[in-house]
């Protein structure tokens, strides 16, 4: 038995020596956005296989979480790629900078939000006015411009819009921690908001106070958290007829037999309207490279080449079955260049 | 006659008796009832997770197959004329090879109903194709008969989770498609297969191509690791803490302590994991090393508790005979107290580690939560786990990761029932009644 002590211990010691060996690294390391990760996965697996590097390892922590990871620092213990469902902020980029990091930007698509429901019901029309006013805390009073700010009396999206059907509110939708919801908040409800002008004009008086109006969700039971799985929601959808989810455009696009879309401001979600950016609730997607690390680490400009390629983000590229958006002609083409030459990012 | 009215009160009696043992029976039975009851709720209860599961499950471990004739056209595959792997692998236009063959056959009209064709087809069809070719050199040129993957969606029609009677334009599978594998049906070229690749490759983002062995794997590495580092220390605390330590307000608290470890949610471990492992000592991100050590901190605390009950469980006069016999504290121990309570060691052990199995809270600080395609080599490469794994599968928007997921959720559930069972095994086989 001492021995089998004693033998295990030696194993653990020359375990942990082993992995202070492990110092270099030969594999690119992504983290960042859970919106861009189902893209991102697609082109670092095809890398894998059609080059001679290893598959890029890619890590889902949220746009602001890969941010300040990738900020962090350099060196083999930082990520050498963030994938981002938000631009870069100045904060963020001011903290690269300060710790000597050299920053370069890609844009890679649009990813639309949308709101949906059962096809065992009809599909419904939306302005983000009514997203607004069925979902916010609190709405003015009578829904009148200027009106006093009462808790949310609205029960059925009738009391929203007459023009819509008498049908309790429900919305499935992600919980706060989430980037989709992030996006949601900014979009769609603060959008709706803005069509108030007393709303608007707290902005310029205090804006926390705006943003908590604006972007504060009720939470009287109409809006259901229903976690962060979007298949969830789908699933929910399905025994729900009367509730609405809301999820990213790539969910309903491989669940079109189930679910339907609903317009939104007279545009329903479809490709071609997110691509022309006529669909509101849509948002851009993007990942950023840590330039000193190409070269010191074998395969990135060979990944960022393979990403920003026509082959992936054209608009008959892979990554367009997989639900991305592309972005259109001419922008395409400057970042599809600068995937070449990788120039730096100026803010 | 004068003995009348006792005998009234005694059968008065008798009769509250009676009655109050009717109710006291009356009330066991209910008490057994609820206890049935309990029992009958809590297996019918498994039994609908298990059912669910694995009626949702069972799909992911076969898979479609559809029959090719392809013509290994010279022109495109070896168009050097040479046919040695390096250069099959490199240069020949194995895709183009199976497309044009494709659309000799099926007469698609037009760029859009060819999209339509490939797209029946896993773009893993090429690669089985490639790999023939290198094997068979002397069938270039020649027609061969392939057996390929299909693509996911055709797979999801063929195990109807892709209904035909949706109207198209929500359907993935569009009408010509359809006609198309009805055809390739009726012809004998469509087939189920057991899908070995699932226990064979890494993780894959098209679900016909993806599997779990890399998460197993790496499941592996970080019990390994888990094993070696919290068996040995577990044990020795245990032993110390138990046999030799004095009783005294230091081993108290440490006692304490060791209890509150135990109750402590796992997230913490993973912080802790993050801002020691990670940032301080360096220790490579994604790693299983990093994910053991965390995870055998997490198990310690329940290896300690359990050895330390397993050692009280050995009579005194077990060690009484021995220290009579003139052996001294360390033989005691090592000959007589440790082989006796090694079988409750085992077990505490066995259970700490499948916990640590099933755990994924932990391991996202320290970025186990990731796509990792390779199979790892050792226990710095970047891996995932198990439960990981089911949790990535089952945020996947492509549908056919709804069967991936409750399969692997299968082979997780495989493993802790083996896991357990040996635990009950050793326990019953070693145990000892004093």
Redesign the interface.
């Known amino acids: 038995?001492?021995h089998?002590?004693m033998f295990?211990?030696v194993?653990?010691l020359a375990?942990?020596g082993?992995?202070?060996?492990?110092?270099a690294?030969d594999?690119v390391?992504i983290v960042g956005s859970?919106t861009v990760?189902?893209f991102a996965?697609?082109v670092?697996?095809r890398f894998?296989?059609s080059s001679k590097f290893?598959?890029p390892?890619?890590?889902?922590t949220g746009s602001g979480g890969g941010l300040k990871l990738f900020c962090a620092g350099l060196g083999v213990?930082t990520p050498d790629i963030t994938n981002a469902s938000r631009r870069i902020k100045k904060s963020e980029y001011e903290r690269c900078t300060k710790n000597g990091i050299k920053v370069a930007e890609f844009k890679i698509g649009y990813d639309g939000i949308v709101l949906a429901n059962s096809?065992k019901s009809g599909r419904i029309e939306l302005s983000r006015r009514d997203i607004f006013l069925a979902l916010a805390k609190l709405v003015p009073e009578s829904h009148k411009d200027g009106g006093k700010l009462v808790p949310n009396p609205n029960k059925t999206w009738k009391d929203v819009n007459p023009a819509l059907p008498n049908v309790a509110i429900k919305v499935l939708g992600p919980p706060p921690t989430s980037g989709t919801r992030d996006a949601f908040n900014e979009l769609a409800m603060e959008g709706g908001c803005k069509t108030f002008k007393s709303l608007k004009a707290i902005k310029k008086q205090d804006k926390k106070r705006y943003k908590g109006v604006c972007r504060g969700i009720r939470e009287d039971g109409a809006w259901v958290e229903a976690g962060?799985?979007?298949?969830l929601i789908v699933q929910k959808l399905e025994a729900d007829p009367n509730a609405l989810g809301v999820f990213?455009f790539?969910?309903l696009?491989?669940?079109?037999?189930?679910v339907?879309g609903s317009i939104v401001d007279g545009v329903p979600p479809t490709f071609e309207n997110i691509s022309a950016q006529k669909y509101p609730v849509s948002r851009s997607l993007f990942f950023y490279v840590k330039k000193n690390h190409v070269g010191q680490i074998p395969g990135i400009r060979e990944y960022v080449r393979a990403f920003m390629s026509r082959k992936a983000i054209g608009k008959r590229g892979y990554l367009v079955?997989?639900?991305l958006i592309p972005l259109p002609g001419a922008e395409m083409k400057n970042f599809i260049s600068a995937g070449k030459s990788l120039p730096d990012l100026m803010m | 006659m004068t003995d009348a009215p006792s005998t009234v009160l005694i059968s008065g009696q008798r009769e509250r008796v009676r009655r109050g043992l009717d109710r006291r029976l009356r009330a066991e039975r209910r008490f057994r009832i609820y206890g049935v009851v309990a029992i009958l709720l809590a297996i019918l209860m498994l039994l609908f997770l298990a059912g669910t599961i694995v009626s949702k499950g069972y799909p992911a471990f076969y898979q479609t197959w559809i029959e090719v004739d392809v013509l290994l056209d010279e022109d495109l595959i070896a168009p050097d004329g040479k046919t040695d792997p390096e250069t099959l692998r490199e240069d020949g236009d194995f895709r183009g090879a199976l497309i044009e063959s494709l659309v000799a056959r099926y007469k698609p009209a037009g760029r859009e109903q060819e999209n339509l064709l490939v797209a029946m087809f896993s773009t893993d069809a090429e690669r089985t194709l490639q790999n023939f070719t290198i094997a068979n050199p002397d069938r270039i040129g020649g027609t061969i008969s392939i057996w390929v993957k299909a693509s996911s969606d055709i797979d999801q029609l063929t195990k109807g989770a892709i209904g035909r009677n949706a109207p198209e334009s929500g359907r993935k599978v569009k009408d010509l498609q359809l006609r198309w594998y009805d055809r390739m049906e009726k012809d004998g070229r469509i087939e189920t297969r057991f899908n070995s690749g699932f226990f064979a490759t890494g993780d894959s983002r098209e679900p016909e191509q993806a599997g779990i062995w890399g998460a197993i794997v790496g499941s592996f590495l970080t019990m390994l690791v888990t094993l070696i580092l919290a068996f040995p220390v577990g044990l020795a605390a245990a032993v110390y803490l138990e046999e030799f330590a004095p009783k005294n307000r230091l081993t108290d608290l440490i006692e304490v302590n060791i209890n509150n470890l135990a109750a402590v949610p796992s997230i913490v471990f993973g912080l802790l994991g993050l801002a020691v492992f990670l940032n301080f000592f360096e220790l490579p991100r994604s790693a299983p090393l990093v994910g053991g050590m965390v995870l055998a901190l997490m198990t310690l605390p329940t290896i300690i508790i359990s050895g330390r009950a397993s050692l009280l469980a050995v009579p005194p006069s077990v060690r009484e005979a021995a220290f009579g016999l003139g052996a001294s504290r360390m033989q005691v121990v090592s000959h007589h107290v440790l082989p006796l309570a090694m079988p409750g060691i085992l077990t505490g052990t066995i259970i700490g580690m499948a916990r640590a199995l099933g755990e994924t809270a932990p391991l996202l600080m320290i970025g186990m939560v990731a796509f990792i395609v390779d199979i790892p080599g050792g226990p710095a490469d970047a891996s995932t786990v198990m439960p990981v794994q089911i949790y990535l599968w089952a945020d996947s928007p492509e549908r056919g990761f709804v069967e991936k997921t409750s399969g692997a959720v299968i082979v997780l559930l495989v493993f802790l029932v083996v896991m357990n069972a040996s635990a009950v095994y050793l326990r019953k086989k070693f145990e000892r009644r004093w």
């Not at chain 1, 082993?18 to 110092?23: H, I, K, S």
């Not at chain 1, 696009?253 to 189930?258: A, L, P, V």
């Open positions: 038995m001492k089998t002590v295990a211990t194993g653990a375990l942990a082993a992995a202070g060996q492990a110092a690294r594999q390391r859970s990760y189902p996965t697609v670092a697996e894998g296989k290893k598959t390892v890619i890590e889902s213990k096809k962060e799985n979007d298949n990213g790539s969910f696009d491989q669940n079109r037999d189930k339907q079955g997989k639900g």
